[in-house]
């Protein structure tokens, strides 16, 4: 598994990103623009710096909570790249404005959902502003799929769900991937939206969960990503210096 250092950037979000290999310790400072862009009024307040990466668990819909989705992943990141992140992850509601305070928020559940209208307009704009959504079907969930797909249709309606090709850069920050690996059968290839020339969702229909590292979860016979771990750590990556 080849390692890929993380060229230093200036993303939208006020904090800052550890960037380099080995025993790099260049650090980049973002910036806040006069232009809308994120800042770190919406950020949790807490013991952490501005310098380690947080990322948001949402809770939508009102009351349901991604709480099947593994933060294992931000431990590998600290491992194998430069990115200096929190160890878990912060619940974060939907409809408010504390999500501007993430580059990074995760969604994921395995019924059948609807978004507020306040909802859906704070993810359009969060995601316009820079944020980046990352969404998994739970244990490969049918009814969650079909309402993500509605839910972003309804969202997004200019920009359509695609498939994001493997030369995508995404593929390609920190862990060099070549093609999805799942449970069984062949996997669904990732989906994106682009907004602002760059990915501001992306998705996988058959689940990036991890559910091997988490609690009282399980994948239930699903379609799960065995290369997830991977997977999320470049989304991370990505948000970050895209």
Same mark, same amino acid.
């Given at each position: 598994?080849?390692?890929?250092?993380?060229?230093?950037?200036?993303?939208?979000?006020?904090?800052?990103?550890?960037?380099?290999?080995?025993?790099?310790?260049?650090?980049?400072?973002?910036?806040?623009?006069?232009?809308?862009?994120?800042?770190?009024?919406?950020?949790?307040?807490?013991?952490?710096?501005?310098?380690?990466?947080?990322?948001?668990?949402?809770?939508?819909?009102?009351?349901?909570?991604?709480?099947?989705?593994?933060?294992?992943?931000?431990?590998?990141?600290?491992?194998?790249?430069?990115?200096?992140?929190?160890?878990?992850?912060?619940?974060?509601?939907?409809?408010?404005?504390?999500?501007?305070?993430?580059?990074?928020? #995760?969604?994921?559940?395995?019924?059948?959902?609807?978004?507020?209208?306040?909802?859906?307009?704070?993810?359009?704009?969060?995601?316009?502003?820079?944020?980046?959504?990352?969404?998994?079907?739970?244990?490969?969930?049918?009814?969650?799929?079909?309402?993500?797909?509605?839910?972003?249709?309804?969202?997004?309606?200019?920009?359509?769900?695609?498939?994001?090709?493997?030369?995508?850069?995404?593929?390609?920050?920190?862990?060099?991937?070549?093609?999805?690996?799942?449970?069984?059968?062949?996997?669904?290839?990732? #989906?994106?939206?682009?907004?602002?020339?760059?990915?501001?969702?992306?998705?996988?229909?058959?689940?990036?969960?991890?559910?091997?590292?988490?609690?009282?979860?399980?994948?239930?016979?699903?379609?799960?990503?065995?290369?997830?771990?991977?997977?999320?750590?470049?989304?991370?990556?990505?948000?970050?210096?895209?």
């Amino acid at each position: 598994m080849q390692f890929h250092a993380i060229t230093k950037h200036v993303p939208r979000f006020a904090l800052a990103v550890f960037v380099g290999v080995a025993m790099a310790a260049a650090v980049g400072r973002a910036q806040t623009d006069a232009g809308g862009s994120l800042g770190t009024e919406g950020r949790a307040s807490g013991s952490e710096p501005d310098s380690v990466v947080q990322v948001a668990n949402l809770v939508y819909a009102r009351t349901i909570s991604s709480r099947c989705f593994s933060d294992h992943f931000l431990i590998q990141a600290e491992k194998d790249s430069a990115i200096s992140t929190s160890r878990r992850f912060h619940s974060v509601k939907l409809y408010g404005e504390e999500i501007y305070g993430y580059p990074l928020v #995760l969604m994921t559940g395995e019924q059948t959902f609807r978004l507020p209208d306040d909802e859906r307009e704070n993810l359009r704009r969060y995601v316009e502003r820079g944020g980046l959504l990352l969404a998994s079907a739970g244990c490969s969930s049918i009814e969650w799929d079909r309402a993500f797909r509605r839910e972003m249709a309804a969202i997004f309606s200019d920009q359509p769900l695609e498939p994001i090709d493997m030369s995508h850069p995404l593929f390609h920050t920190v862990y060099e991937i070549g093609q999805l690996k799942s449970a069984h059968g062949t996997p669904q290839p990732l #989906l994106g939206i682009r907004v602002g020339g760059r990915l501001g969702v992306v998705y996988s229909p058959d689940g990036l969960n991890d559910t091997g590292h988490t609690e009282g979860c399980c994948c239930c016979g699903g379609n799960e990503l065995r290369n997830a771990i991977e997977i999320n750590v470049n989304v991370l990556a990505y948000a970050l210096t895209y």
